[in-house]
Nanobody
């Protein structure tokens, strides 16, 4: 059984930074797509960033140049470094994984396997 555990959320002022972490266990596939999506109250899920088992990355336009996704395979951990945060980044952030061939911020938002989420709140 795949388990994803997020940490690192919190409250910051606009312009600040946070780093989210996601520790994964139980995934046995030889290839994968891991990433982050977010959901604000009353809004649809929005894919944020994804990285595949080859290290290729994908970002939604609204976070390009501000967010960086990375992974530490030795620690089975996924990261999302978020800089220059804006109030519109406020949401619950979820780590997700799937084994499909197409890996992007779009497919991550549709992943059925996700963690419990970590809240990010950005004040103006």
């Amino acid at each position: 059984q795949v388990q994803l555990v997020e940490s690192g959320g919190g409250s910051v002022q606009a312009g600040g930074s946070l780093r989210l972490s996601c520790t994964a266990s139980g995934y046995t596939g030889s290839s994968y797509c891991m990433g982050w999506f977010r959901q604000a109250p009353g809004k649809e899920r929005e894919g944020v960033a994804a990285i595949d088992s080859d290290g290729s990355t994908s970002y939604v336009d609204s976070v390009k140049g501000r967010f960086t996704i990375s992974q530490d395979n030795a620690k089975n951990t996924l990261y999302l470094q978020m800089n220059s945060l804006k109030p519109e980044d406020t949401a619950m952030y979820y780590c997700a994984v799937h084994g499909g061939r197409w890996c992007s911020w779009i497919t991550i938002a549709a992943s059925a396997i996700r963690g419990q989420g970590t809240q990010v709140t950005v004040s103006s």
